[in-house]
């Protein structure tokens, strides 16, 4: 699959702001001192990773800490909100319905719970045990993705397949979920639109979980639109939300039966709460992110890239090149290669050179002699000091 300019250009994340909103906003970053995390004892680093967890996801935009900061203000009635908030996302995305969710893991779970109960209250109280529930889930072998265990905590059972034929085979009156990890569909045999068509042969639902591929936006419509009866996607990454929420959209009965499986209610998803600022967080990021910039955003990615493999130019035996991954984060990215025999410099200790300075700067160590460098959460001048630090650990 060719990744065109034209699909970037259609992403809402590629700038931690807005251009309006930047102009506002203080030119905050790794370099200003932060007294909170001082007083901690924990220094702020340079995102080379990209929307990870581990480092925090993304930095929420002006209009998303706002939106928090009144909801925080008020109390409300959290039912209530969670579908007046819905049905607005549900809108935005031109999906059937849509609920806020702890993360995206939250919405593996309490989506697979709405499958598996099949909207009866009944058999959703009885979750996990499995006396007349329809709890096999099936997934291909490549998709098998760590998450398992958010499904297996509602009673499901997972049933591995690598071909259409044992996809099939593999149905019967105990399937009750089809699951498909967007990011691997390269890797299957079974691609996504004869996965949809299966299930709907079948009268199997179907979930997609595209966690990290809210780029380009129009992703977050694309899927739904292609039958999938389920699609997830993080909040706090692309779509520069609160860390803690994610997105379930897709059929409106599935997403009324999923919506008691969660916190307030007492379902199996009692401790996935989603507090009022996290939905209106999550709301605001939505909204900025259908309505933003894309042409500046792009500029500003690309000035990253190219300043940091300006900054490498000349260094011998080093290449460098822009790099845009052909699912999941496609953004601009830069590699960089080397012969670690000749340089006598692995990437392991280039990683932890680059950790070991002020600011520590965190990359990705895709193999042996190579870096990849996500320019996205960047901000200010730290492409420029990534840029420079590298220099001199290579030069050195």
Same mark, same amino acid.
């Given at each position: ?6 699909? +970037? ?8 702001? *807005? ?5 506002? $906003?203080?030119?905050?970053? /790794? ?25 925090? %996801? ?16 008020? @109390?409300?009635?959290?039912? #209530? ?10 809108? !935005?995305?031109? $999906? ?13 779970? =309490? %989506?697979?719970?709405?499958? !598996?109960?099949?909207?009866?209250? /009944? ?15 099936? &997934? &291909? ?8 265990? &958010? ?15 044992? !996809? ?7 399937? %009750?979920?089809? @699951? ?44 739904? #639109? ?48 989603? *507090? ?8 605001? /990021? ?28 000349? +260094? ?13 984060? #496609? =953004? ?30 965190? +990359? ?22 990534? %840029? ?5 650990? @290579?030069?050195?």
């Amino acid at each position: 699959m060719k990744t065109t300019r034209r699909r +970037v250009l259609q992403s809402g994340a590629l700038l931690p702001a *807005g251009a309006a909103a930047a102009k506002k $906003a203080p030119a905050i970053s /790794a370099i200003t001192p932060s007294p909170l995390y001082a007083k901690l004892g924990i220094k702020p680093v340079i995102n080379g990773v990209g929307v990870v967890t581990v480092l925090g %996801g993304s930095i929420m935009p002006p209009e998303v800490v706002q939106a928090m900061e009144e909801a925080s203000r008020y @109390f409300i009635p959290l039912p #209530e909100l969670q579908k007046k908030v819905g049905a607005r996302i549900a809108e !935005l995305l031109k $999906a059937p319905a849509a609920m806020v969710t702890c993360g995206a893991a939250s919405a593996i779970s =309490v %989506g697979t719970s709405a499958c !598996l109960s099949q909207g009866d209250p /009944a058999k959703l109280r009885r979750l996990p045990h499995r006396d007349g529930i329809r709890y096999e889930v099936i &997934q &291909q072998k490549t998709h098998r993705s760590g998450y398992e265990h &958010q499904m297996e905590s509602c009673g499901a059972k997972i049933v591995t397949v690598e071909t259409r034929r044992e !996809l099939e085979s593999a149905i019967n009156e105990r399937t %009750g979920m089809l @699951f498909f990890l967007n990011k691997a569909d390269p890797n299957g045999q079974i691609k996504m639109e004869e996965f949809i068509k299966i299930g709907k042969e079948r009268g199997i639902p179907t979930m997609n979980d595209a966690a990290s591929d809210a780029t380009p936006a129009a992703n977050l419509w694309k899927y739904t #639109e292609m039958g999938f009866d389920l699609v997830i996607f993080s909040g706090g990454k692309a779509l520069r939300g609160p860390q803690a929420s994610g997105l379930l959209l897709g059929r409106k009965d599935l997403i009324e039966a999923a919506l008691p499986a969660m916190s307030p209610y007492g379902g199996i998803g009692r401790g996935m709460k989603v *507090g009022k600022e996290e939905m209106c967080g999550l709301l605001a /990021a939505v909204e900025r992110y259908v309505k933003v910039d894309h042409e500046a955003e792009w500029r500003d990615v690309e000035s990253r890239v190219a300043s940091i493999r300006k900054a490498l130019d000349g +260094v011998s035996g080093l290449q460098t090149d822009r790099h845009i991954p052909v699912i999941a984060n #496609e =953004v601009p990215h830069v590699t960089v290669e080397w012969d670690e025999s000749k340089r006598g410099l692995t990437a392991q200790q280039v990683h932890e050179k680059l950790q070991a300075g002020d600011p520590p700067i965190h +990359v990705q160590r895709p193999g042996t002699g190579k870096l990849l460098i996500s320019v996205w959460m960047m901000r200010g001048e730290e492409a420029k000091i990534v %840029g420079k630090r590298l220099r001199e650990i @290579f030069g050195a």
